[in-house]
Structure formats: structure tokens, C-alpha cells
């Protein structure tokens, strides 16, 4: 506050416009990882779907978030309005995210790539037009600054929605599975095994699979039930934490879709006035 140039200005922080795509564009990635990490887990543990099926299932999302900026950002120099864009993208990804929680076991794979599709569709469009109405709400002096600061707060939420919705995940996952574990495992498996249990990708791990069923074909006649027994409830139990996940991402997907409608409209061919004197060179 006190710096003649700061890399960062407080006066960001008092201008609405700024803060409002800025906070929009965060919460707008805990939707991005929930279709582009956790989906394809989703399919690959949940579905049995093939990784490279999965893959190829949220290509659209990677391709649009690519390529959909470039007209966009053309459309807005053209027709130099910005907020049904904001409106539509955010509400059209929060309709996915509650759609995709109800997705489970037999929802076929085309609904996926139809939700990937919609999703890039519309976080395409939102780095661009952040990035336009963020320069625009500022003054020259700030547009750098103003800059940096929205790819800032987009790399705070690249940072910290994987983080909250995998602790949200295996919060979640090991709460069930606790509960839905044949008791007769605990007696058959060691320790090392019971571990390994913890961590919900497993389920995806031939190696991890063939050794449990090894360990659990030792202990009798009732070792391939038991096996079964293991299997479905480490399954319903990662369900159980995508869902999870699923729900966070449609929660704070909804918030940002209610914060971006107040945003307020500037005109973006005009510049703002600067209130802050400058000092002479």
C-alpha cells in the first residue's frame, strides 16, 4: 500500500468488476477438475470403462477450453458486450454439474461426452472474456497489474480445487468403506493389504487387484467371495466419493454462477478514469 509501483495494488481490490470475474474465474476450476481428474476415475473405476476410452470420451473438453477463446474474444471486440456471456457460460457448466451427479454405473459413456463438450464449450469462453473485462475495469496504470492478477487467481484455482475435492474424495471414500468391508477381511488380509485399501485408486491397479485376490484365495474355499465381497464395496465406496465430488463442484459452481450476475456492466471501449494522481516522471 505503501509502494510507489506494487506488483500488486490494492486498488484491484476495491474495484467490483475486477474482483467479481476474479473470484468467478477460481470457483469456475473446481468444475474444470471435477470433468477433466475425476470423471475419467469415474468411468475407469465406477463404469469399467478402458482408459484410453475415457480419454478419448473428454477430448472435447481439452480441445474447446483450447480453441473457443479465439472467437470468442472476436464476437466481444465485435459486439462489445460481455455479461451474457459470463451469464450463460457459468450457468450451462453448473447445469452439467448437477447433472453429473447423478451419473452412476450404467449411465452410458455418451452422456459424458456430451457433459465434456458443454463444459468446454463454456470454460472455454472464460479465460478471454476475463481477461478483456478485467483490463477493462482498471486504468492504464493498472492493466498489467490487472492482468497478472485475474492469471493469478486462475492458477490459485488450478492449486486448490484438486486439493479440497481430493481431501473431499478420500474423506468420503474411507468413511464408507470402513463400513461396507466384509468383517471376515480384517481377519484374512494383513495389515499392508488393509492399507493399501485406503487409497481408492486401487481399484485400478491390476497388480493391486491380482495380489489381494492371491492373499484372499489363501484363506479357503470362501477366499473368491470374499474377494467379490471386497471388490463391490471398494467400488460403491469410490462412487460414493465422486459423488462427493460431484457435489462440491455443482455447490461452488452454482455460487459462481450467482456471483457472476452481479457483475456490474462497463463499456469496454472506454477508458476509466484514474482517481489515484500519478507522479511525474
Known amino acids: 500500500s505503501r509502494a510507489e509501483e506494487p506488483f500488486f495494488d490494492p486498488d484491484l481490490l476495491r474495484n467490483r468488476v475486477f474482483m467479481t470475474a476474479s473470484v468467478a474465474g477460481f470457483l469456475s476450476f473446481f468444475g474444470v477438475m471435477a470433468v477433466q481428474l475425476y470423471y475419467p476415475l469415474f468411468m475407469q473405476g465406477i463404469q469399467g470403462i478402458?482408459?484410453?476410452?475415457?480419454?478419448?470420451?473428454?477430448?472435447?473438453?481439452?480441445?474447446?477450453?483450447?480453441?473457443?477463446?479465439?472467437?470468442?474474444?472476436?464476437?466481444?471486440?465485435?459486439?462489445?458486450?460481455?455479461?451474457?456471456?459470463?451469464?450463460?457460460?457459468?450457468?450451462?457448466?453448473?447445469?452439467?454439474?448437477?447433472?453429473?451427479?447423478?451419473?452412476?454405473?450404467?449411465?452410458?459413456?455418451?452422456?459424458?461426452?456430451?457433459?465434456?463438450?458443454?463444459?468446454?464449450l463454456a470454460l472455454g469462453a472464460m479465460p478471454t472474456v476475463n481477461t478483456i473485462v478485467a483490463q477493462a475495469a482498471v486504468p492504464r496504470r493498472l492493466l498489467?497489474?490487472?492482468?497478472?492478477?485475474?492469471?493469478?487467481?486462475?492458477?490459485?484455482?488450478?492449486?486448490?480445487?484438486?486439493?479440497?475435492?481430493?481431501?473431499?474424495?478420500?474423506?468420503?471414500?474411507n468413511g464408507v468403506l470402513r463400513a461396507s468391508l466384509?468383517?471376515?477381511?480384517?481377519?484374512a488380509a494383513s495389515e499392508a493389504t488393509m492399507t493399501s485399501l485406503a487409497d481408492p485408486r486401487v481399484l485400478l491397479s491390476e497388480p493391486a487387484m491380482q495380489s489381494l485376490r492371491e492373499t484372499l484365495a489363501q484363506t479357503g474355499g470362501d477366499g473368491d467371495?470374499?474377494?467379490?465381497?471386497?471388490?463391490?464395496?471398494?467400488?460403491?465406496?469410490?462412487?460414493?466419493?465422486?459423488?462427493?465430488?460431484?457435489?462440491?463442484?455443482?455447490?461452488?459452481?452454482?455460487?459462481?454462477?450467482?456471483?457472476?450476475?452481479?457483475?456490474?456492466?462497463?463499456?469496454?471501449?472506454?477508458?476509466?478514469?484514474?482517481k489515484k494522481a500519478v507522479r511525474p516522471a
Do not use: H
Open 50 to 120: 478402458s482408459a484410453t476410452r475415457s480419454g478419448q470420451v473428454i477430448t472435447p473438453l481439452g480441445f474447446l477450453m483450447a480453441f473457443v477463446g479465439v472467437p470468442v474474444g472476436f464476437l466481444v471486440a465485435r459486439t462489445k458486450k460481455y455479461k451474457w456471456m459470463f451469464v450463460a457460460g457459468y450457468a450451462l457448466v453448473t447445469l452439467v454439474m448437477f447433472w453429473m451427479m447423478f451419473f452412476d454405473r450404467d449411465t452410458p459413456a455418451y452422456f459424458g461426452f456430451v457433459a465434456a463438450c458443454l463444459s468446454g
Open 144 to 173: 498489467g497489474v490487472a492482468t497478472s492478477a485475474i492469471l493469478f487467481s486462475v492458477a490459485m484455482g488450478m492449486a486448490t480445487a484438486p486439493a479440497i475435492l481430493g481431501s473431499a474424495m478420500n474423506i468420503r471414500y
Open 182 to 187: 466384509p468383517p471376515a477381511l480384517g481377519q
Open 225 to 274: 467371495t470374499l474377494f467379490r465381497q471386497t471388490v463391490d464395496a471398494i467400488r460403491s465406496s469410490m462412487e460414493s466419493g465422486l459423488r462427493m465430488v460431484f457435489v462440491i463442484s455443482a455447490v461452488t459452481m452454482l455460487l459462481a454462477f450467482l456471483l457472476i450476475l452481479t457483475i456490474p456492466v462497463i463499456p469496454l471501449d472506454r477508458p476509466v478514469e484514474d
